[in-house]
């Protein structure tokens, strides 16, 4: 643990300060000890240089299980690839001179894909997740003295409010049981004339043909190692088959997403192997997930709004994407009322 992380964290239960004990240190930073609360007395270990704050297993590590097998798969630095970043900067519309010297939070790094691009312009980051995916992080990007990763739970993160220039949110929100709670957790983090930017799935009437949904019922309670392994039995069979689908003139592109395969072909320029891997990552991620709830963007509209930030935009990218600036000076209002809130407009939008 870089030991500048320590003035940012806080006790995750009382919001005391948090101290180190016990401390074993490699190369300077804190390697294996204890975070005490100088209030409720709790302890939190630290483990291979990461503060732990939760302890995850089971099906709720799925995202651990991933990601530690395919650490380096969607990594630009690996595939060659400006995959991540332009994904990165499109949907938080920040640059990469925005970023340098300022501190940033990663709320879901999984492996790192998008810390590895916030590293490279100049910033200080904060990677959290709930998942031994931490780990993974670790091993990939841990060199950098300008990067701090916990295992913490988004709902209880041990991070002192508003402290943060730019904070972002990929491709997690729709995988927590309470995504307004999940969101309301994000941006509390930003600090007054800050930054955020978030993502979800698209609610749409034509997730109701995405055979994911028909599958995960089942899937989500297959054993991990069982799915993965039944998804390498998948992939070489159905991205051909996905692939020659999408060649029908006019309405391959909407027959090829009726097979239950992540299929890239003709998206990104990957190599047949790296065409074959992350279909193969993407699937099982589509299919193991315990939760996947699609939001409008109109009510990722409405909960900025709600949390009374400004220069509000959404829009689809692939994805549901919300972007917005909390103003210098403002009140925002507590969690409970965000309850109640529903989508504004006259209609939902169509995505």
């Not at 689908?245 to 047949?272: C, E, M, T, W």
Request: charged letters at 20%; glycine letters at 6%; one cysteine or more.
């Amino acid at each position: 643990m870089n030991r500048w992380l320590l003035d940012l964290l806080c006790c995750p239960d009382c919001e005391a300060e948090l101290r180190l004990e016990t401390v074993a240190s490699m190369e300077g930073n804190a390697h294996s000890g204890d975070l005490r609360c100088v209030a409720c007395q709790t302890r939190y270990p630290i483990r291979n240089g990461v503060p732990r704050f939760v302890l995850a297993s089971g099906q709720d590590d799925q995202f651990g299980f991933q990601w530690n097998r395919f650490r380096r798969t969607q990594l630009d630095s690996s595939s060659g690839l400006p995959i991540s970043r332009q994904r990165f900067f499109n949907q938080a519309g920040w640059h990469p001179e925005d970023l340098k010297g300022k501190l940033v939070l990663d709320v879901g790094c999984g492996a790192g894909r998008f810390a590895e691009i916030a590293l490279a312009s100049g910033a200080r980051i904060v990677a959290v997740d709930f998942s031994s995916a931490a780990d993974a992080c670790l091993q990939n990007l841990g060199k950098h003295s300008s990067l701090g990763i916990l295992q913490a739970d988004l709902h209880h993160l041990p991070l002192k409010p508003n402290s943060f220039d730019f904070v972002y949110c990929f491709g997690v929100l729709q995988h927590t049981p309470d995504v307004k709670a999940a969101f309301w957790a994000v941006v509390e983090q930003c600090k007054a004339g800050g930054r955020v930017a978030v993502d979800v799935y698209p609610k749409s009437l034509s997730n109701a043909v995405n055979p994911k949904y028909w599958l995960r019922p089942l899937t989500k309670r297959m054993p991990l190692a069982r799915l993965l392994s039944a998804v390498r039995i998948m992939v070489p069979v159905l991205l051909p088959l996905s692939i020659l689908l999408g060649r029908i003139p006019f309405a391959g592109r909407k027959l090829r997403h009726l097979v239950p395969v992540a299929n890239y072909y003709g998206v990104y320029p990957l190599s047949q192997e790296q065409l074959r891997e992350w279909a193969l990552l993407d699937t099982f991620d589509m299919l193991a997930p315990k939760y996947d709830h699609p939001q409008s963007a109109n009510t990722l509209r409405s909960w900025f709004a709600a949390a009374r930030f400004q220069a509000i935009e959404v829009f689809k990218l692939g994805v549901v994407v919300g972007r917005a600036m909390k103003p210098s000076q403002q009140c925002v209002p507590p969690v409970r009322r965000l309850e109640n809130i529903q989508p504004t407009g006259a209609r939902e939008e169509s995505l």
